[in-house]
Structures are given as C-alpha cells and as structure tokens.
C-alpha cells in the first residue's frame, strides 16, 4: 500500500473514531489478570522497581469502543498498521518511585513517550516474516521522533495495585512516517505533520511482572482550529508536499489552503469532517471546540529495539 493510503487511512480512523464518543464515559475498572479469590478491580504484581526503570514499551493494539457501527472496519485496519510497524506509539520509562510498605507496584512513574519510527525506515510497511511472530522481529530499533514527545506521570488508580492512571492531561501527537518523509501534510502546526491529541487522560493495566499492559484506556480531543490545518491525500501513489501558492483567500477556504500549503492532491481534515456534520464533543485546556476520542489499548516490551537517541528518521 502506498504512504498515501496510508496517511488517509490514519486519518480517517481517528476521524470516525471521534463520531458519536461523547456520551461514552471511562470504564470504571480495566480487565486485567487477578487471582481467583481476590475481589473485584483487584490486581497481584510481582514488579522490581530497579528492573522496571528504562523500560520501553509499544502499543501492540489499539480499538475502538464506540461507535459500534465502524468497529468492525476500523479495529482490523487499526490491528494491520500496527502489525506493519506503520502506527508506532512507544513510551520508555524514565522515574519510579516507591514507598517502603507500600502495596502498590509503585507509587509513581514518569513516561516519555511519543510517536516513533523504525529503522529499516523503508519500506513504509515493514510486517514480520512470519504472520505469528510480533512485528518488532523485523525492526532493528525503534526510536522517538525529535521535538514530538512529551513526559506522563501515572500513580496507582483508586489503589489498585496495578492499574495506573495519569496524573494531567498531557498531549500526544500521532505522526506516521519519518519526520522527513511523513505521510500526513500539516505545516502550520506545532510540531508540523502531526494529529494533537490535547487533554490527554491515560490508564494502564499491567500484568503480573509489568513487561505488558493488558488493558489501557485513553482518550483526548483534536480541536476544530487543528483539524482545519490538516491536509490528507486520496490520490494513489506518492503525494510530494508541493505547495502552489493560492493567493489571497479566504480562512474558510480549506481546499485553497491544502493546495496553498501542501500540493494538487492533498484536501482537508477539516473540511471532511464538516461533510459528515460531525459536532464538536469536548473543548481543549485553552477552551478551543473540537472532537473527543477515546480507544482501547495494549502495549508489550520491546527490550533491546530502543536506540535512546530522538532522531528524524530513526537512520541516524
């Protein structure tokens, strides 16, 4: 598939997984694996604080929960993007902390985490060898995109032992492809190219030695001004970021500032999300309209693929 249809098919997830979410609220307890004779959203982890520091985890599958109507279309498309090593999202941990007596796993920790690429950075789909083996098999390291990440402190959630919730809202920003070859078109936002989720919340279930995370929640906002600012492309094949300059024109006009800033062929996030009327359903922390998203999620170590180093292309 090219990047084209990639960059499309990214962002027409996170567009339909927006619709119809705000009524939905965060699920009250997590399915993690518990013993048979402990009570209810209990958990037993066996967790060393010293081998639990600088490790680095990716997301391994991510699903949506609502609306059911799309579910069955996006959680496969969702499951081959990650499978492909094309949807990297990873997180390494960098501080954990934990009380003397304490009867939790720990008692804080602090993620960095980020949109990532791989190296070999190409092909853009980069799927194991074997449909059984997990996609990192194929991958030589993963590494966090340069100036895209950002810090997230979890502490235990309703003290649970572990299941672990952020302790702000933070941001993260989804970027497909190296930063010098991304596979989405959005200049004007900070970082360019990407899709920002804002006031992001986070809750991680982990299992009984933390080397996986069983069940994990999360859901943000893309507001309205960031989706006007998105361009995608539908066309099949490359879609080089040539921008042909419009003129002046109104701020309206989303077709004229995708050809403006990106090229003929990129058309507007924004703009195809008013075709389907969509609604804004949450407000940013800067109180700006936009669209709430909310998904499920695991993630599994991926020991001795990280390279520390935030780079553009995961090459250098």
């Not at 499309?8 to 567009?15: A, F, H, N, S, T």
């Not at 083996?133 to 032992?161: A, R, S, W």
């Not at 702000?168 to 989804?174: A, M």
Request: charged share 20%; hydrophobic share 35%.
């Amino acid at each position: 598939m090219s990047p084209s249809r990639l960059a499309v098919r990214l962002i027409w997830i996170l567009l339909l997984v927006t619709w119809g979410c705000v009524s939905v609220e965060e699920p009250p307890c997590p399915e993690v694996e518990i013993p048979a004779n402990t009570g209810e959203c209990t958990t037993f982890c066996k967790c060393a604080v010293d081998s639990f520091k600088e490790r680095v985890f990716r997301f391994t599958w991510l699903e949506i929960d609502e609306p059911e109507e799309f579910a069955g279309l996006l959680n496969p498309i969702w499951e081959t993007d990650l499978h492909n090593n094309v949807l990297n999202v990873v997180f390494s941990v960098i501080d954990v902390a934990k009380k003397q007596g304490s009867a939790a796993a720990f008692d804080e920790f602090t993620l960095l985490t980020g949109p990532a690429w791989r190296s070999p950075a190409l092909p853009v789909n980069l799927p194991p060898k074997n449909e059984e083996d997990p996609p990192e098999t194929v991958v030589d390291k993963y590494c966090l995109l340069e100036g895209m990440t950002q810090e997230i402190t979890f502490k235990p959630y309703h003290g649970n032992q572990c299941i672990f919730k952020s302790v702000d809202d933070s941001l993260l920003n989804f970027h497909t492809g190296a930063i010098d070859n991304p596979l989405l078109c959005a200049p004007d936002l900070d970082p360019p190219d990407s899709i920002p989720m804002r006031n992001l919340k986070v809750r991680f279930g982990f299992n009984e030695d933390c080397t996986s995370i069983l069940d994990g929640y999360l859901e943000g906002c893309i507001s309205i001004e960031d989706a006007n600012r998105i361009c995608m492309c539908l066309k099949s094949g490359d879609c080089p970021i040539s921008p042909i300059s419009q003129g002046v024109f109104p701020e309206t006009d989303l077709a004229a500032y995708c050809k403006d800033r990106c090229g003929e062929k990129w058309i507007s996030f924004g703009a195809s999300v008013g075709l389907f009327g969509l609604k804004p359903t949450c407000l940013t922390t800067d109180g700006e309209p936009g669209y709430r998203l909310q998904g499920f999620l695991q993630a599994e170590e991926i020991p001795g693929k990280f390279n520390p180093q935030q780079s553009a292309n995961c090459d250098e």
